[in-house]
């Protein structure tokens, strides 16, 4: 992928074609306990709220890169089940989002797209963080970019594999 600005507030992205139907890989990605197991920057996230995924519900997510460990409040934005999932991540003023389609007519294989847009800019805690403890914000976009589609590749192994196969 070319992008169009360099800097750190450009739209990430990474996609896959997962041989799983849509609501097989929509199960897994919405499973928040499980999204350490494919993020290599993610440690944990945690609801903060009662009621589950709905727009709205806040998450703690505790992130990692070597030996800096932050933590980051997400706010969900969007949830279109089966479909597209986005929250927000208020220290950083960047919006993660899913986005699954069938693949195929039959509906056996999933489209996954996951962007990292920055709706409207970098925060200044972002900022003043990533050039101190992240080696730069721009670097750290590469890595995210790098850690993004690492995290979907980990999507697809798993969604492909739930049936034991």
Known sequence: MTATSPGPDRELRAEAVV????AQVWALLTDFSRMPDWSP?????VPLKRGGLRVGQ???????RGAVVWPSRNVVALVEPGS????DTTSSGARWIWELEPADPAGATTRVVHRRPVP???TRMSKLFAPIALGGSDGHAV???????????????????????
């Open 120 to 122: 409207r800019r970098i």
């Open 41 to 45: 920057e993610l440690v944990r996230m």
């Open 58 to 64: 806040w998450y703690l997510g505790i992130n990692r």
């Open 19 to 22: 041989a799983a139907p849509p």
């Open 143 to 165: 890595e995210l970019e790098a850690g993004m589609a690492q995290t979907v590749s980990r999507l697809r192994e798993a969604a492909q594999h739930v049936d034991g196969s």
């Open 84 to 87: 597209r999932v986005a929250w």
